[in-house]
């Protein structure tokens, strides 16, 4: 697929917006840039939804926007809503995945601790970053998420390590981003991802290879974790990462192996 105007916007949005996941899509074969791009700009603009206003409603009404452009109801006149309907249309993506990503952000809308347990925590991550993975592969033509119920555990550690390391900037807007925010316990929810992340991996080896740069999303997720366990005082002094250098050699290395 060639880059349209739209894809353009789209790709440009995340740059600016998600820079990590901007990387790995750069890092993966061109064919499969415009699909990635399109699904992550969607990503980006509903999970700004509840911090662009602090009125309810008007955040309610940007997500009602997008399950409209989605259902057809909506016509297209967001700059990157033609590449996310053309994505939906060609790749027939999971409507229930779609769905769920979007009301994951509901929950953020309107609240200073919008997760009261662990397990709270943990089906948010597993609808926003693991049904985003799970529709990444899918985009790429890996068929349907039944097929790869691995990906949720691998999105949901990714999405556990960038939350972690935008704990500090929840705090200073005035929320409480964690169940429990202790460091034995923050090191205790890192672990979980850790195990997490080798699950997911383990189910997301039999991949099949054209769908494979979807995974380059997650490539940090394991050194962030890692970190936070051994660590936990980098989450609260917002900490956890490695240099430029460490971490485009890592990706680089992720795409040189396969995702």
């Known amino acids: 697929m060639s880059m349209t105007d739209s894809h353009i916007a789209c790709a440009t949005l995340v740059e600016k917006g998600d820079p990590d996941r901007f990387l790995a899509v750069m890092a993966a074969p061109p064919a499969a840039r415009p699909d990635l791009f399109a699904l992550y700009a969607f990503n980006l603009e509903i999970a700004r939804a509840p911090w662009v206003t602090k009125e309810p409603l008007l955040a ?9 452009v989605l259902s057809g109801e909506g016509a297209p006149v967001h ?28 929950i953020e809308i309107g609240t200073k601790a919008p ?12 609808d926003s970053a693991g049904g985003l993975l799970t529709l990444a592969v899918q985009a790429l033509g ?9 990906l949720r555990d691998l999105g949901a550690a990714q999405g556990l390590a960038n939350y972690l390391r935008a704990v500090p900037a929840l705090e200073q807007a ?5 169940p429990d925010g202790r460091p034995q316990a923050v090191a205790e929810l890192a672990r ?12 997301a080896r039999s991949v099949p290879r054209p769908a494979r740069p979807a ?3 997650a490539w940090q997720a394991g050194a962030l974790l890692t970190q936070a366990a051994h660590d936990p005082g980098r989450v609260a002094k917002g900490r956890l990462g490695h240099s430029e250098f460490r971490r485009r050699g890592s990706l680089l290395m992720r795409a040189l192996i396969g995702g």
């Open 60 to 68: 309610q009404m940007r997500l009602q926007f997008w399950r409209d």
């Open 79 to 106: 700059e990157i809503a033609p590449a996310l309907v053309t994505l939906q249309a060609e790749r027939g993506l999971d409507t229930a995945l779609l769905a769920a990503l979007i009301d994951a952000r509901e």
């Open 115 to 126: 997760f009261e347990t662990t397990d709270a925590l943990w089906r948010y991550l597993e």
């Open 142 to 150: 890996g068929g349907a998420p039944a097929d790869w119920p691995g």
């Open 174 to 178: 005035g929320r409480l981003p964690l």
């Open 192 to 203: 979980d991802g850790l195990n997490r992340l080798k699950r997911g991996r383990a189910g």
């Open 215 to 217: 995974l380059l999303a």
